[in-house]
């Protein structure tokens, strides 16, 4: 099959080679590729060199050797580097997002978003970078200075997933630069294109040969590699918690600093004195965007006895007007889920949740040459109880669950029996309930009357099995640092 990829107006951001070092290397040591393909209609779009073990070291010895060098320069230069990668993402922000969307399927003006939203991190960690400081501690004894100075952890694993091909890299590589850092990324197989033009553009901002290493093929023998590496000093990872896990463990021997961003079961929860279209907007934000394939989207909403019939049929009103198609097409709302997997479980869900009780309210057709295997049409249930499959995985699809409840403590026990945190939403009026709610949910996130917490100048992470660390705000640039605590002793008076 012929490889079409997307018409650019810069056709040199296409780029079927892989990262490594300052050179663009079109071959593996492997020998053989790996193709990547439009999930709309399973076009074949190009195809890339199917890294390994050996491919990954050289990458890792590249980024060491960089390491050296850019460890030295200035933070001020680090930033004027970064800011020009954010203006050059920024002027090319229509063709990142074609490539986007051509290998992720999402609509092209939510891809152009996902730019935009991955060069704010670029934006924010060009400024933070300049205010890592050091500090002083008084000392047990008069002949003692103690200083702490903030140091590059040395260089990076930074594994990303497929559902943010741009933002999910944005998010690691600009704090690990901003420090001091240099990265070996491994993209998802499925949307490696949008990491390669983002390193072309890194390039071209001046970033270093070396700097910005990016394999991409054989996951395991990859990770294997990015996690036994002596070198590699800190993995920055964002995927399922089962991957997660795996490559901590594999992360033990050689003590590595570790970050982890994992899957999420957020509750979204709708009080009866909420404003219902606010809630309505939040739900439609929070459980349609990316077609429902993000990891803090709702899913599971729990809405109050006295508002639950208007909060339903408002909602199935706002579901059914979407448009679902491929995501070149002008007005889609609704783009095609990654792959057949992904509408089966979607389907599973919703096969098992019927035969349990619940009760289809919308779902709109599927239009004429769609392929189910590919495209998910958005569906709304009610009389969702705990015991159904919905209620524990997270279904990463338009699928969207109403669990009714009567009081506040009900909904916080709801929300909470999972082992999962990383989002929670609730809305409400009340100010004394949004205190005790915001408090009670054990999240790393809470939206008080939003469906959306990501923002580049707040902390993003979870707790329990969602993960480890936190990305972006203050906080994302120190998960790159090690504090160096330094004794000056002896001095005489
Ligand atoms: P998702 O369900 O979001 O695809 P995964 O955890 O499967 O989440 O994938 C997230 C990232 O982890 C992708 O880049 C994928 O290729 C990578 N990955 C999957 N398995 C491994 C592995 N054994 N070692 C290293 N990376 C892996």
Redesign the pocket.
């Known amino acids: 099959m012929a490889a079409s990829p997307p018409v650019l107006n810069d056709p040199s951001l296409w780029i079927n080679a892989v990262r490594i070092g300052g050179h663009w290397r079109d071959s593996a040591a492997s020998g053989e590729r790996f193709g990547v393909h439009d999930p709309g209609n399973g076009q074949l779009l190009g195809t890339l060199p199917t890294c390994g073990a050996a491919d990954t070291r050289d990458a890792i010895d590249a980024a060491q050797l960089a390491f050296k060098a850019w460890r030295k320069t200035t933070a001020e230069h680090r930033a004027q580097v970064l800011e020009r990668w954010y203006d050059l993402m920024l002027e090319h922000v229509d063709d990142l997002a074609r490539i986007l969307s051509a290998e992720q399927g999402k609509p092209l003006p939510e891809a152009a978003g996902e730019i935009r939203y991955a060069a704010s991190f670029v934006k924010w960690f060009a400024e933070q970078g300049k205010r890592v400081g050091g500090y002083s501690i008084p000392a047990p004894t008069a002949d003692r200075r103690i200083f702490v100075a903030k140091e590059p952890v040395g260089v990076c694993a930074l594994?990303?997933?497929?559902?943010f091909p741009a933002a999910m890299i944005t998010r690691k590589a600009a704090p690990a630069f901003a420090a001091g850092c240099t990265v070996v990324i491994?993209?998802?197989?499925f949307t490696p294109y949008t990491a390669l033009a983002l390193a072309e553009l890194a390039t071209r901002a001046g970033l270093p040969d070396g700097c910005m290493n990016i394999v991409a093929g054989d996951?395991?023998a990859?990770?294997?590699e990015l996690t036994a590496h002596a070198d590699v000093r800190k993995l920055s990872?964002?995927?399922?918690t089962?991957?997660?896990a795996?490559?901590m463990r594999q992360c033990a021997d050689t003590i590595k600093k570790v970050s982890l961003e994992l899957g999420g079961n957020a509750p979204f929860i709708v009080f009866d004195d909420a404003d219902l279209d606010l809630a309505v907007a939040g739900v439609i934000a929070s459980k349609y965007r990316n077609a429902g394939q993000t990891c803090v989207c709702a899913n599971r909403i729990l809405v109050q006895d006295g508002i639950h019939d208007a909060f339903v049929a408002r909602l199935a009103e706002a579901v059914n007007v979407f448009i679902i198609g491929h995501g070149a097409q002008d007005g889609v709302g609704i783009g095609p889920l990654i792959n057949a997997d992904a509408c089966a479980k979607v389907e599973r869900h919703l096969q098992d949740a019927l035969d349990k009780g619940a009760t289809l309210v919308a779902r709109t057709p599927l239009p004429d040459g769609l392929d189910p295997q590919r495209y998910s049409a958005p569906v709304l249930l009610t009389g969702v109880t705990a015991d159904m499959q919905v209620a524990s995985e997270e279904t990463f699809g338009p699928l969207a669950p109403i669990f009714r409840f009567t009081d506040e403590a009900e909904a916080i026990a709801l929300a909470n029996d999972t082992p999962f945190g990383l989002a929670s939403y609730f809305y409400s009026d009340n100010l004394h309930r949004a205190w005790r709610v915001a408090e009670a949910l054990e999240s790393g996130m809470v939206g008080v009357n939003t469906g959306s917490v990501a923002v580049e100048m707040a902390p993003f992470g979870g707790i329990k099995l969602s993960g480890l660390g936190r990305e972006g705000g203050e906080a994302g640039i120190e998960e790159y640092l090690e504090p160096k605590a330094i004794h000056f002793a002896g001095l005489k008076s």
């Open positions: 594994i990303t997933p497929w559902n491994k993209p998802s197989e996951a395991p990859i990770g294997g990872f964002t995927g399922s089962r991957v997660g795996l490559l």
